[in-house]
């Protein structure tokens, strides 16, 4: 993947979606094959390396709700800090620009606990943005929220990529909405996986034998999928 670009992982449910971007996370260990970040195999980096280059939103619940918004996000500082977590003033830039990027600067001082679910994404991926990372990686970081906010929160990671340079890499079932807004995407498939462009996906037609054709096909010219009722 390159630079500063947004691209998303697609495929059926139990694919291995999660399992991917987990394993490229580093939060579990790889079944098999090799991951090289910056031209050295994943597992030679140190985790200190790694948490200054890989930031990651887990579909888990947050286990800390009853931080303020202002608190979480300073978590992603952590690779940075010393032992006593202590924040430096360019920590706290960093943090006050994460806030505003995902446009949150009004909740800095309310609790996690308090905040709807869309507010709550944003708030993980400004904990990421904090983190100051390269990559950005996030598994299915628009469940739960409704299509305006679905289009709202990968519009942003769009922004993000297109604006920080950043390489932002998420998995989901919203597969219309990516081939909008996505730079690039991989699709998942038990045979044989694609990755490309969108426009190169639909040309190649690889969306099309991603359900079962006698339920849903794909309309290649509007990009989108239809029930066959
Ligand atoms: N490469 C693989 N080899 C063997 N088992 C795998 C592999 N990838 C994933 N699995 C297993 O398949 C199951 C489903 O994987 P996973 O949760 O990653 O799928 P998913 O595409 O994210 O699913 P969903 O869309 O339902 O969230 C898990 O039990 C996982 O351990």
Redesign the pocket.
């Known amino acids: 993947m390159a630079k500063g670009e947004l691209a998303a992982i697609v ?1 059926v ?7 991917l971007l987990r394993t490229l996370g580093n939060v579990q260990p790889k ?1 098999s094959g090799s991951i090289t970040l910056n031209k050295l195999p994943l597992e030679q980096h140190t985790i200190a390396e790694l948490a200054a280059e890989i930031s990651v939103v887990l579909t888990e619940p947050i286990a800390s709700k009853n931080l303020t918004v202002q608190e979480l996000i300073s978590l992603g500082r952590q690779p940075y800090t010393n032992w006593l977590g202590t924040l430096t003033p360019e920590d706290r830039d960093k943090i006050s620009l994460a806030m505003e990027m995902v446009q949150i600067s009004e909740l800095r001082s309310k609790k996690c606990y308090e905040l709807s679910d869309g507010q709550l994404q944003r708030v993980m991926i400004a904990r990421a943005i904090a983190q100051d990372t390269q990559l950005i990686l996030l598994d299915e970081p628009t469940t739960h929220l409704d299509l305006y906010h679905k289009v709202q929160i990968l519009k942003l990671l769009r922004s993000i990529a297109h604006t920080t340079k950043k390489t932002i890499l998420f ?1 989901t ?1 919203e597969i219309e909405i990516a081939i909008q807004l996505c730079d690039k995407m991989l699709i998942l498939e038990k045979n044989q996986s694609t990755f490309g462009s969108p426009c190169e996906l639909i040309q190649m037609k690889s969306f099309e034998n991603l359900f079962p054709a006698d339920t849903i096909t794909f309309d290649a010219e509007t990009g989108s999928f239809r029930v066959n009722k």
């Open positions: 495929g449910n139990g694919i291995g979606k999660s399992t079944l998995t079932h």
